[in-house]
């Protein structure tokens, strides 16, 4: 077969090895040339992308990292090779570590795996990613990402209320809050139960919701009735 048009005929294993030989010896550019012959021929190698995706990179050629390795993103994750999907999502997300997608991504394949705490680690690192104000409808998608696997999870409970609130969606911050004061009154959990209380005073003011918190400092957890119940606004 010719190779664009000159006399040269395609030998994919020796071109794979220029390649090779170009990559180890740091010449990038090079290396990345060989490759493209490559996928001149077959756009949907993916070895090659795999292979070209980081060279891409290190080349500051971001919009066809993104596409060499969003095809082998897709590839890994259709064969089952989580570890390796999960690996180029990682490599994906130094190019947009803001990229919401590929971090609840990532947790589904730790999750599909059973790795929850691999899943709690990564979601935690999001986290900080979308803390400005700005990232509020990413931020919330990650709490609530965490919360679907680790309903229990306190941290993830309070930081999601937090954020709903600053979103203007009070009622189901309120929602949420009622929630976890009967949850940590039911588990009996003190600490947790008398933080609920007071994020209640606080995002809900009233002498009925301060002397709620006052008592809890004394008091083992018991549940607030429903006739107890403020109301928060919509």
């Known amino acids: 077969m010719k190779l664009?048009?000159?006399t040269d005929y395609y030998d994919r294993?020796?071109?794979?090895?220029?390649?090779?030989k170009y990559r180890s010896h740091g010449r990038v550019r090079k290396a990345i040339r060989e490759y493209e012959k490559v996928l001149a021929v077959d756009p949907h190698d993916i070895e090659v992308h795999s292979k070209v995706g980081p060279l891409y990179i290190r080349a500051g050629r971001k919009d066809q990292a993104k596409a060499s390795l969003k095809r082998v993103i897709l590839?890994?994750?259709k064969q089952?090779?989580?570890?390796?999907?999960?690996?180029m999502l990682r490599l994906a997300l130094t190019l947009d570590r803001r990229d919401l997608a590929a971090h609840l991504r990532i947790a589904d394949l730790y999750l599909s795996k059973t790795l929850e705490g691999d899943a709690l680690r990564h979601l935690e690192g999001a986290r900080r990613t979308f803390r400005r104000k700005w990232f509020l409808k990413e931020a919330i998608l990650v709490e609530e990402k965490i919360l679907s696997f680790a309903p229990d999870n306190f941290r993830a409970q309070v930081?999601?209320?937090?954020?709903?609130?600053k979103a203007g969606r009070k009622r189901e911050a309120g929602e949420r809050l009622w929630q976890m004061e009967s949850q940590w009154a039911l588990r009996r959990n003190k600490r947790y139960w008398k933080k609920s209380r007071w994020l209640l005073f606080r995002h809900a003011p009233s002498l009925p919701s301060y002397w709620g918190y006052f008592i809890s400092l004394f008091i083992s957890p018991v549940a607030y009735g429903p006739e107890k119940r403020g109301r928060f606004p919509s």
């Open 159 to 165: 930081w999601l209320v937090r954020r709903l609130w």
């Open 13 to 20: 294993s020796e071109i794979l090895r220029k390649a090779e």
């Open 4 to 6: 664009f048009g000159r």
């Open 80 to 87: 089952g090779y989580v570890e390796k999907a999960i690996a």
């Open 75 to 77: 590839w890994y994750d």
